[in-house]
Structures are given as structure tokens and as C-alpha cells.
DNA sequence: GGGTCAAGCTGACATTTGTCACCCGGAGCC
DNA sequence: GGCTCCGGGTGACAAATGTCAGCTTGACCC
């Protein structure tokens, strides 16, 4: 469909969920002269079938989108072994989904509040090979490393559904107070007054 | 500063807190012939502050900003008889803002979920006179009134601030068990499991 | 005037949630 | 081997939360 490369244009797909935003960006890049989107994606599913289809050298993506999240689709990138570099663009506030985003082998991570030239430099700079991270989070990763153990997060992911301890319980084999026990040390750990408050903590922060 | 208005060019001043975003808006509606973005906000304070400087045609504003918000700003705007016409571009979640929004007398609502041509298409609307109100938001308003009572209101309020009963009891001079019985309907108007769970949608459908 | 309805308010009671002291097993010292 | 630490797990207890029936008061409608 699209013909062969010309020297250093960036072949780009687009993912972000909101209609406005996606087609801002999408106009955008295509005015820089060495920038093309060859295609767009509302959620996860459509980035991953975009991104069989066309190709790209790199898939420009938000993290929070209906059903697949951006880092999902990274993952699944990765682990193919596609030739497709990621660039994840962000909100600040979910700045832990940062370490994630690098297990998931992302090449670069900007952020929303960054003027947008930033976002064109990062995406060339990702297109030539380098790693690219929003400097406020290069650092906010170190210092606000993931506390929880693997058993509290799942107790977590579970109150954020709303279920009570005794639900938990039922569904995950425990005895209720175990339950209590476990939201409980998480609760202190991340300075929350109560489940939810916990639970969205730990949301806000990207260790869910 | 700017030349007078040849006709039918539209003087935009447009509100966003996503720099990111505000920029790719920026220069999209700078990119057509009839509309001139004459300054930009990163906040409420900035938006009233380049309103009161540049008296455009059109306030085009995000709801969601630190300090002040679109709305306040727009009351603001209204109150002081200003010609400035406010539009606002906001989020599918938060419909029941749409209410508060036509009391604040805004000349119109549009989504970030629709496409961009919306927004300018919108934009034109609103500077020539008419009201623009998202079709999917013009039948939402009426089956989802707010039923909150103002005291139901306020404890919500509270909650988010993640007060307990007995707190939110002295502050409002409440017997803790009244706290905990409005609280208890508004669960039950919500369909909510708990205290937390009934402040998040609360606050989601824009009801707080 | 009486009747009814909604909002504000309350206390008694039942349930859920949070805290604490404690047990077990494995990993990592020394 | 003995020691400590950490993650997983538990039940008893205390405190916070949710539910219910019921009391006022004012507005609205005969």
C-alpha cells in the first residue's frame, strides 16, 4: 500500500482513544516532512491490527484505553519480536506505569503536559535508535519503587471491583481475616485510610 | 494588539491544561482561514486573565484544570456580561457537568470523543449565535437528573477528602449516625457498595 | 383545617472493616 | 546448625460503616 521508504521518513500508527486528541496529533505529524501517519487506532485491538498490517517503524500510543491498554499492546509487540519501537505518550499523574512500561521493552515514554515539539523529537529520536524518557520520571521512578507484594496487588485489583472481604475470600480461598490482614499492611503501606482509598492509590500510581 | 476583525474571523482563546494537547488544538484552529487563536491557558486563572486582555469572540475551554475550572470560569465569564461566548471541549464520563454547564450559560458542549471537525464546525455555531450541545449529551441531561439532595451533596464532598463519619459528623455539627444515614441513601440512589464508591460516581457524572 | 410528601435529623442495631499478636516455611546469613 | 527476615496465612477483638424505624418541620394540595 504505502510505498517503499524514502530515506529517514517515519512510518508512524497512532493509538489514543479519544477521537479529538488522536486527530489533532494525527494531522500534526503529518506536516512534519519526515513524518507519516500511515494509520490510526481508537483502542488496544486496532493498534495491534494496525500495526500487523502496516508495519510501522514506530507506534506512538496512550496507556489508558478501552479493553487492551497501551503497555498490553507493547508487551505483545515485544514479544513478537516486531521490528515496531514504541513510544508511550502520557498522562503525568500514572507516572508508575513507567516501570512497567519498561519491562514491556517501550523505546521512549513523553508525557501530555510536554509541549508538543517534544513529542516530535522524541518520536525521531525513537526512530533513530535511542531511548527516550520524560525527565521528571527518570527520577520518580527510583524513588517511588512498587511496595506491594504480588498477593496484596491482587487483593487490590479485587476491592477496585468493588468486592467486599467476603467476596475476596470466596474467590481467592482465603479466610476473610487473611483478607483484612492483607489490605490492611497495603492500606499502610501506601498511606490510605481504607480499601479504596488504597485501591486508588495504587491505581493512580501504575502498580496495579 | 491584534488587528480589527475582517469579517467573520473568529478570535479564539482556547483552555486546556494538557500541554500537549492545548498545543495540537492550537494549531489545528490556527490553520483555518476564518479563526485566530489569540492566546492560550494552561489553567482557569490564565484563561480568565487572557479573556480579560484579548476579549476574543470565543473561549474554548477544557472542564478539568487545576485550580479554577472550565466551568468557574465560564459562571465567571457569564456573570460579569462579558460578549465572550464560552465554548467547552471535555470527557464522555463526565456528562452530568453538561447541566451545570448550561446553568453556568455556556453556548456549547462538545466531546474530545467526537472528531475534530466537530469542534471547529462547533465553533463556528457558537460564534455565529447558536447553541451546540454533543447530540449524545442533549438526551443524557434529562434521564440522568441528578438526585442528590444538597446535604447529600455536601457529605459526598466530604468523603472524597477521605474523612470518616466521625470527622465529617463534627465538622458539619451532625450526629454521626445522620452522617452515616445520608451517606446510606446515597449509596442507594447510586447503587453504590460504599461510602467511596458512591463519591466516585458521584464525582464522575459531575454531581459533586 | 387536614392530609401527604420530601428533606433533615436521630439513635439502636447488625455487619463490615481494620488492627493485632501469632504460626509456618523458605531464603539468606554467619 | 542456629539466627533473622520476609511473605503467606490465621482468628480474636475493636472500631468504623451501613441499615432501619421513626421523629420534625415546612411546602403543597385539597
Known amino acids: ?20 486528541v488522536r486527530g489533532a496529533f494525527a494531522q500534526l505529524l503529518d506536516l512534519q516532512p519526515d513524518v507519516t501517519v500511515v494509520a ?12 500487523a498490517e502496516h508495519r510501522p517503524d514506530v507506534l506512538l500510543t ?22 515496531t519501537r514504541v513510544l508511550i505518550i502520557t498522562t503525568f499523574a500514572r507516572s508508575g506505569y513507567l516501570r512497567r512500561a519498561m519491562d514491556a521493552g517501550v523505546a521512549g515514554y ?23 524518557v520524560a525527565p521528571e520520571l527518570a527520577m ?9 507484594t504480588p498477593r496484596e496487588r491482587e ?9 467486599s472481604n467476603a467476596d475476596i475470600a470466596v474467590r481467592l480461598n482465603l479466610a476473610e ?3 483484612r490482614n492483607y489490605l490492611s499492611t497495603a492500606m499502610a503501606k501506601l ?5 479504596s482509598e488504597a485501591a486508588n492509590t495504587a491505581r493512580d500510581r501504575g502498580w496495579l
Chains 1, 2 share one sequence.
Open 1 to 20: 500500500m504505502t510505498p517503499p521508504q524514502v530515506g529517514g521518513v517515519i512510518r508512524v500508527v497512532l493509538a489514543e482513544d479519544q477521537a479529538m
Open 40 to 51: 490510526t487506532a481508537g483502542d488496544g485491538d486496532e493498534a495491534l491490527a494496525a500495526v
Open 62 to 83: 496512550d496507556i489508558e484505553m478501552p479493553g487492551r491498554t497501551g503497555l498490553d499492546v507493547a508487551q505483545e509487540i515485544g514479544g513478537r519480536g516486531d521490528a
Open 110 to 132: 513523553v508525557l501530555k503536559d510536554a509541549p508538543i515539539a517534544d513529542l516530535v523529537s522524541a518520536l525521531r529520536r525513537v526512530h533513530a535508535g535511542e531511548r527516550v
Open 140 to 148: 520518580a521512578a527510583w524513588d517511588s519503587a512498587d511496595p506491594l
Open 155 to 163: 487483593l487490590l485489583r479485587e476491592v477496585t471491583t468493588g468486592a
Open 177 to 179: 481475616g487473611t483478607v
Open 191 to 195: 498511606g490510605a485510610r481504607n480499601r
